[in-house]
């Protein structure tokens, strides 16, 4: 079976056997998986509560959607054509509007509209041909856009994958504790804790994005794609991701201390592979997490935990970090691709 499928077969067997074909927006005649244009699935009960995460995966041409890491729908999409791809990479969402129109192209609804980029990539209701066929943002069903939209907030989180990232239970990730498996601290305490910074008052509210840079040896805390602390990374010779691995912290605690901060109890966290890393690497790197080859300062640890929440992100990754510069965002109107269609 698929890699992306194997989490939603569960759901989508159960789906098939209940749910006659409904045309776009139910399940299809024949295999539940098997979605013509415009069909989606949706059964949100699979996981009541918790963060939204959205997978698209440009190669399919499908979206899914995960709450608290367990599937709760899947759908067709359309994306950007040759020459106006959607770029993949790890995005949040900034702005949600209801009924959004196109500033480009005859005022063209695009409804239930969610912004990814400040320079214009979204996601929004639209036509689905079948194919790629925007000028870069996500269309989606109109009735899965509305569902969606629903469920989704501000600052959620949207990984667009040119293959396929199917999401693993991750217990504990020890990317960022401050002692090694043994309970050493950190080998250059002292510089270390003078390279270390944390401003709540940068950016006092929203959702918090961690971006852990094996090649600049940085972590960067960031509020709504403002910096509010970073420090330096200590690596052990010979560690490597392999790729980049998103890391979703989930609703449930365990009743152990958390590697990061002691005195604070452990998360249950889910990781999406991306970018070099499929499913069986990422079951050899979370063994190697376990031994806690990175660590960071103390202080820093411990105010990076106390900020984190349901939904908060950390993106561990080989490549070197890019920092946002939020005095570059604008408004920028979001792509559209053909006259009426919105993108």
């Not at 699935?41 to 959607?65: K, T």
């Amino acid at each position: 079976m698929h890699k992306m499928l194997r989490p939603l077969a569960c759901l989508l067997l159960c789906v098939a056997c209940a749910v006659q074909a409904q045309g776009a927006g139910g399940a299809p005649e024949g295999n539940g998986f098997a979605l013509r244009p415009g069909d989606y699935l949706w059964h949100p009960e699979a996981a009541p509560e918790g963060p939204v995460v959205l997978v698209v995966s440009l190669d399919e041409q499908r979206a899914y959607a995960y709450r608290n890491g367990i599937a709760i729908g899947v759908s067709t999409i359309s994306s950007g054509r040759e020459g106006k791809e959607t770029p993949t990479g790890v995005f949040t969402i900034l702005q949600k509007r209801r009924d959004h129109r196109s500033n480009l192209y005859n005022d063209a609804p695009m409804p239930y509209m969610q912004r990814l980029t400040w320079d214009g990539i979204a996601l929004h209701g639209g036509t689905l041909p079948g194919y790629p066929a925007s000028h870069g943002c996500v269309r989606l069903p109109q009735a899965f856009a509305e569902k969606l939209f629903a469920v989704t907030r501000n600052g959620d989180t949207v990984v667009v994958a040119g293959g396929q990232a199917s999401p693993a239970s991750l217990v504990h990730p020890a990317v960022l504790a401050p002692v090694d498996a043994a309970g050493r601290p950190l080998a250059s305490s002292r510089a270390a804790a003078a390279d270390a910074a944390w401003d709540d008052a940068a950016s006092p509210d929203g959702p918090l994005s961690v971006l852990v840079s094996l090649a600049q040896r940085r972590v960067y805390a960031l509020r709504n794609g403002v910096t509010i602390g970073e420090a330096a990374l200590e690596v052990e010779p010979g560690f490597e991701v392999g790729g980049s691995v998103l890391m979703v912290v989930g609703s449930e605690t365990e009743a152990v201390p958390s590697p990061i901060d002691p005195d604070r109890p452990r998360h249950r966290w889910t990781a999406y592979p991306l970018l070099g890393v499929d499913a069986e690497s990422l079951a050899v790197l979370q063994l190697r997490l376990q031994q806690r080859p990175l660590r960071v300062d103390p202080a820093f640890a411990r105010r990076l935990h106390a900020a984190l929440a349901p939904g908060s992100t950390v993106l561990l990754t080989d490549l070197p970090a890019v920092r946002p510069d939020p005095a570059a965002q604008s408004q920028a109107p979001v792509l559209e691709s053909d006259a009426g269609d919105g993108s």
